[in-house]
Every structure is written in C-alpha cells, then in structure tokens.
C-alpha cells in the first residue's frame, strides 16, 4: 500500500524568503505524485504533479517541487514567500501502473508566512 | 472552479437519523469520488465511483453508503449518523483514474452529528 509523509505540521516563514514543504513518499513502482492548498473553509485546489520527465515541476502560484526518486521525496518549493501562501498544503501519491488506483494524502502541512 | 456543487454545504444532525449528500458535477467526469477530512488524518477515501451504478469502497467505508444513477450525481448517505462522522466531506472529479489524473475537489460539506 502506498503511503505519504509530511513529516511536518507546521512550517513557518517570512514574506520574501524562500520556502520549501517536505514531502516523502512510499509506493510500489514509480509514483504519481501531487500537490494541493486548501484555504480556509475552502476544498482543496490543484498546484502541481510529477507524472514523469523532468524531475522539477512548475505550477501554479510559482509554485514548483522536485522529484527524487532516490531519497523517495517530492519537496514543495517557492523562491520567495507571499504572505497569501499561509495555507494547508496536502502532498499525495498514486502508483503508476494498470488498473484504477487511489490517491492517498498526507496529513497535511500548515504554511503560515509572516509579514 | 472545477464544476462541482455540494449540498447541503452545512448540516447538524442528532445521533442515528440518516443523512444525505449530494454531489453534483458539469464536467461529465467518469470518476467521483468522496473523501473525509479530519484533522491529524488528512484527507481519507470514503467511496469511490467509476461509472453510473458502478461504486467500490475506499479506506473508511464503514458507516457509508453511495449511490451513482447518473454521471452527473454522486450520493453520500450516512444510514445511522454518529457523532464519529463529525467532519467535512468533500466530493472529488477526475476524467478517468488516480493513475495520473488530476482529481479536482469541491467546497466541502461541514456535518456535525450532535
């Protein structure tokens, strides 16, 4: 079965200075990997995803994460922080492969970017 | 915004009615899905669906029933609510599988069962 971590629950940072959200995955064979914001009493809305190709990926928000597959992980990156970032940040994988598949998440990283 | 309605949007109900969400899309994805979220825990598959009349239980299916008669409408039912099914249901698109396939999310509904 596959698996996500987010091995934090908050990540803090000031308005101007880069961020990055950790991700690391566990799945059997290649991944399929997401990344997700939810806002405040809001669902989630799609920022990015590694099917394959270039390990790094650029979304939207000037959002972008790099795949690798080594260390198993797919951080979540921005050069430079907005205060409007501040928000839940989901990462999630799905296994490449025939047949249907879910997509299981993470529990998910609280941003919170100060002025 | 992807094209999904949820409703009700908001709902309190007591310990052991039944309770009904709905979902519908203008997308006319094949794939629906409903997830749990609660805090600590992320989101979670409820019950997922590939077509009308075709469902399968996802990873906390206990408690939960759906139903698809058409493509364009995804029904959650809680048969006898708890109050350990406090949570917001959000309701999912996607054109075909996870394999890959973007999974598009709606605004969620807040139910509390008191």
């Known amino acids: 079965a596959q698996s996500v971590a987010q091995p934090e629950d908050q990540v803090n940072v000031a308005e101007g200075n880069p961020l990055t959200v950790k991700c690391t995955y566990s799945?059997?064979?290649?991944?399929?990997l997401f990344w997700y914001v939810q806002y405040p009493n809001r669902g989630l809305q799609f920022l990015l995803k590694?099917?394959?190709?270039?390990?790094l990926v650029k979304g939207s928000y000037g959002f972008e994460a790099e795949f690798n597959k080594s260390q198993t992980s797919f951080h979540l990156k921005k050069p430079s922080a907005l205060v409007s970032d501040s928000a839940l940040y989901f990462c999630?994988?799905?296994?490449?492969?025939?047949?249907?598949?879910?997509?299981?998440f993470g529990k998910g990283t609280m941003l919170l970017v100060s002025p | 915004d992807a094209g999904i309605t949820q409703s009700p949007r908001h709902k309190v109900t007591e310990t052991g009615t039944p309770v009904t969400l709905r979902c519908h899309q203008t997308e006319n994805h094949r794939y629906m899905y409903w997830y749990r979220q609660d805090p600590g825990h992320g989101l979670r598959l409820i019950h997922y669906s590939y077509g009308v009349k075709d469902t399968d239980k996802g990873e906390v299916s206990d408690g939960y029933s759906v139903s698809r008669s058409k493509t364009e409408d995804f029904l959650l039912t809680l048969e006898s609510a708890t109050s350990s099914q406090t949570s917001v249901y959000f309701c999912a698109i996607s054109e075909e599988g996870a394999r890959g396939n973007t999974i598009y999310f709606g605004e969620g509904s807040w139910l509390t069962v008191v």
């Open positions: 799945v059997s064979g290649n991944p399929y």
């Open positions: 999630a994988v799905s296994p490449e492969g025939d047949g249907y598949s879910t997509l299981t």
């Open positions: 590694y099917i394959t190709g270039d390990n």
